[in-house]
C-alpha cells in the first residue's frame, strides 16, 4: 500500500457520509444533553437511528466496494458515539440526583450501555463474515438509544424504570438471542409520520402522556420482546 492509496478519498464514500451524519447527530445530542436540552437530545437520537438505517442502503445502491472494510469500521465507531455514548450521557444527566447511593447506580448503568455497545460492535465486525445469518445476533444497539428517547418524548420517563429497563436491554445486547432484521414496511411508514408528529407543535397529550412517542415507545418495545420469547 503507497502513500497515494492511504489518502482519505480513496476510501471515504457517500454512504460513509451517512454514517458521519448519524454520528454527528448522536454527538449534537450529546451536547444538547449536556445543556439540558433533552427534548432536542432525545430527537437527535432518533435522527442519528434514521442516518444508520440508511448508510447500508445506499452503499448497496451505489455499489459500494469495500474490501478493506472502511465502511463497515466507520459504521461501528459512528453507532458507539450515536447509540452508546449519548444514551449514557443522556441518563446522567437527565437523572439529577444527590450524592449517594442512587447517583451511583446511574453512572454505572451509563458505564454499562457504552460497554455493552462497544462488545456488541466489536462482536459484530468479528463475526459478520464468518456466520450464515441474516438475523442480529443479540438485541440492535440502535433500540437502546430509540428506548431510551421515546421514553422521553412520551412523558414516562421514570428515573427508576430507566435504570432497570437500561440494564435490561443492555445485557440483551451482548446476549446470543437472534433478532429478526426489522422490515416490517408498514410499520416504518406509521413511524415515520408518529416521528413528524413529535417535532411539530401539535399537541398529541393525553393523560399527560404524549401519543406518538407512547406509540413509537410500544413498537421497540413489541420487537424486543416478541424475538426474547421466540428465543
Not at 437530545?41 to 455499489?63: C, E, H, P, Q, Y
Not at 444527590?98 to 462488545?119: K, M
Not at 433478532?179 to 413528524?196: H, Q, R, T
Request: one cysteine or more.
Amino acid at each position: 500500500m503507497s502513500d497515494e492509496t492511504t489518502k482519505m478519498k480513496e476510501f471515504i464514500s457517500f454512504s460513509d457520509i451517512i454514517s458521519l451524519l448519524n454520528m454527528s447527530s448522536g454527538f449534537l445530542s450529546i451536547i444538547c444533553s449536556i445543556n439540558h436540552n433533552f427534548w432536542l437530545a432525545a430527537i437527535l437520537m432518533i435522527i442519528a437511528i434514521m442516518f444508520d438505517s440508511m448508510d447500508g442502503w445506499v452503499a448497496r445502491k451505489t455499489n459500494r466496494q469495500d474490501d478493506l472494510g472502511f465502511g463497515k469500521n466507520i459504521d461501528s465507531l459512528s453507532d458507539i458515539v450515536s447509540f452508546g455514548v449519548s444514551p449514557a450521557i443522556f441518563i446522567y444527566t437527565c437523572i439529577n440526583t444527590t450524592p449517594g447511593i442512587f447517583q451511583a447506580i446511574v453512572i454505572l448503568t451509563s458505564l454499562l450501555i457504552v460497554i455493552c455497545g462497544v462488545l456488541r460492535l466489536t462482536r459484530y465486525n468479528v463475526i459478520a463474515e464468518k456466520i450464515e445469518t441474516n438475523d442480529f445476533i443479540g438485541f440492535p444497539i440502535p433500540g437502546i438509544s430509540f428506548i431510551i428517547a421515546t421514553l422521553y418524548l412520551s412523558g414516562l420517563f421514570n428515573p427508576y424504570l430507566v435504570v432497570i429497563v437500561s440494564i435490561i436491554v443492555s445485557l440483551i445486547m451482548i446476549s446470543n438471542i437472534k433478532y429478526k432484521k426489522f422490515d416490517n414496511i408498514p410499520i416504518i411508514c406509521i413511524s415515520a409520520v408518529l416521528f413528524i408528529l413529535l417535532i411539530l407543535p401539535i399537541n398529541l397529550s393525553l393523560y399527560n402522556i404524549n401519543v406518538a412517542g407512547a406509540l413509537l415507545l410500544s413498537f421497540c418495545l413489541y420487537y424486543l420482546i416478541v424475538n426474547l420469547i421466540k428465543n
